[in-house]
């Protein structure tokens, strides 16, 4: 399995920003992407993960209603739609992936084994 992270970008507050992660090495649907981010000097933490196949989703309290995950099965891409960006925001973004299981939706970064190089986003003041 193979994960490109790309999107990241400095952005001014209030701002939007989509980042995708393109996914190969699975053979159908069934699996679970995640995206997680690690700010300096903070442990990671999670932001949103979907079933690919079942479209089930979690959201992190600090961003819902801001972010969306969306996937396009067809360019075996997944998608995070970031809008009213804030300064908190700012850190590296990862995407993660992992064959499907009832855990998947608890978005918990210990359920994915495979991890992109992570993705820059920084959010201005």
């Known amino acids: 399995v193979q994960l490109v992270e790309s999107g990241g970008d400095l952005v001014q507050t209030g701002g939007s920003l989509s980042l995708s992660c393109a996914v190969s090495?699975?053979?159908?649907?069934?699996?679970?992407v995640g995206w997680f981010r690690q700010a300096p000097g903070k442990q990671r933490e999670a932001v949103s993960c979907?079933?690919?196949?079942?479209?089930?989703?979690f959201y992190a309290d600090s961003v819902k209603g801001r972010f969306t995950i969306a996937s396009d099965s067809a360019k075996n891409t997944v998608f995070l739609q970031m809008t009213s960006l804030k300064p908190e925001d700012t850190a590296v973004y990862y995407c993660?992936?992992?064959?499907?299981?009832?855990?998947?939706?608890?978005?918990?970064?210990?359920?994915?084994?495979?991890w992109g190089q992570g993705t820059q986003v920084t959010v201005s003041s």
């Open positions: 979907m079933g690919v196949g079942d479209g089930n989703k």
């Open positions: 993660a992936a992992d064959p499907w299981s009832p855990i998947s939706i608890y978005c918990r970064g210990n359920a994915f084994s495979s």
């Open positions: 090495g699975f053979s159908s649907d069934d699996y679970a």
